[in-house]
């Protein structure tokens, strides 16, 4: 009997030896999909036999942002230049062999940053430790693509992240999936589909072992993103670019690189002189969406000159338990002041959404 790996390869050879057209669509998006349920298997299966050893990083701050580029496109003198971080720099490829955490202060928010290993071709596929550094990548609230402005086609490293099952600058597709135990499969759109068909969605979710099942289909998706929503690994990460060495090239040369990546917001800059520094902090800060919080206690006034820094969407529970972790546990009630209270003072619980520069006071019960 064939094993896992050979079952995939061989599905992938048929995959390669398909035209892809209208009238084959629905049969690639078959095979991806049965790849998708052997890759499963074969991920629980390595697991239950031990994972291999990874780069573990604690988390600190208020959000993560990963860099991500070639080797040597200048990510260790970036870290350094935002952060002080010590990363050892060289001009040669893979200087860094671990991933070196630092922590950028801008704008009462302390963001961890993480420079990491080059990703080269095959990444995803383990080469150059590639599936540790898209690991550690995967649990980023922001990736930073840092290109050389020599070489700015980031083509194959974003192929390898697209593999790894990173979506850069996606939203995951509102569709959802019920299994059931009878009624075989069911498909229900709620929008007029013109990238995929009915029947289709329904053979790769045959494929991918569902008997019976309903999918609900709440936008105009196409094979990719069903695929992405069987396989349920996929993780949605916002990605800005740095530019880097701009300091070394001519304006043409500048430009043909912005040309070349228009699909992102880009921040020329150079890590080696400084230039652009202040640019792309601004522009972690507002790619992460960071909102103000102050903080009010009980009978006296707010806080409004170190705000607590929160994401925007958080809850009051979510800054409970920022505060301390035994907030939300005994929590009573909460007073908001701000763009999200509709009238000043008003009461709230823990899951009303905060908004930038509101007033908080969080009332829990005594002695706890």
């Given amino acids: 009997m064939a094993t896992i790996e050979e079952q995939i390869k061989e599905l992938e050879e048929q995959i390669s030896k398909t035209k892809y057209n209208k009238a084959t669509e629905g049969h ?98 383990g080469k150059g430790r590639g599936r540790e550094v898209i690991a550690a990548a995967r649990s980023a609230d922001v990736i930073l693509l840092v290109v050389d402005v020599f070489n700015p086609d980031i083509s194959v490293l974003f192929n390898e992240l697209y593999n790894a099952a990173i979506r850069i600058n996606q939203r995951k597709p509102d569709v959802t999936i019920t299994g059931g135990d009878q009624g075989g499969i069911q498909v229900k759109p709620t929008v007029k589909l013109t990238k ?87 522009g972690i800060y507002d790619t992460i969406d960071m909102i103000r919080i102050y903080l009010k206690p009980q009978g006296q006034e707010a806080d409004t000159d170190v705000p607590l820094i929160v994401k925007r969407g958080n809850t009051v529970g979510d800054v409970c338990e920022l505060i301390h972790r035994q907030f939300r546990s005994n929590f009573r009630y909460a007073m908001i002041w701000g763009k999200s209270s509709k009238f000043p003072g008003q009461t709230v619980g823990l899951d009303h959404v905060v908004m930038d520069e509101d007033i908080l006071c969080i009332i829990v019960k005594k002695n706890f």
């Fill in 196 to 282: 995929i068909t009915v029947e289709i969605i329904k053979d790769m979710v045959a494929a991918y072992g569902y008997v019976n099942a309903t999918i609900v289909v709440r936008e105009d998706i196409d094979v990719e993103q069903m695929l992405d929503v069987l396989a349920g690994n996929r993780v949605y990460i916002k990605a800005i670019m740095a530019i880097n060495k701009v300091d070394l090239v001519q304006r043409d040369e500048l430009d043909n690189a912005k040309k070349m990546n228009m699909i992102y917001e880009l921040f020329p800059c150079s890590a080696s002189t400084g230039f652009g520094m202040n640019e792309l902090k601004q």
């Fill in 28 to 125: 690639i998006g078959k095979l991806k999909a049965k790849i998708a349920r052997l890759t499963m298997d074969n991920e629980k299966r390595k697991a239950s036999k031990g994972s291999t050893k990874g780069f573990y990083v604690k988390k600190a701050g208020n959000a993560t942002v990963a860099l991500v580029g070639f080797p040597s496109v200048g990510k260790s003198t970036l870290l350094n230049q935002l952060t002080g971080a010590k990363s050892e720099i060289g001009a040669y490829n893979f200087t860094t062999l671990d991933v070196v955490p630092g922590i950028m202060e801008y704008n009462h928010a302390k963001i961890q940053i993480l420079d990491m290993p080059g990703l080269i071709k095959d990444a995803s596929k």
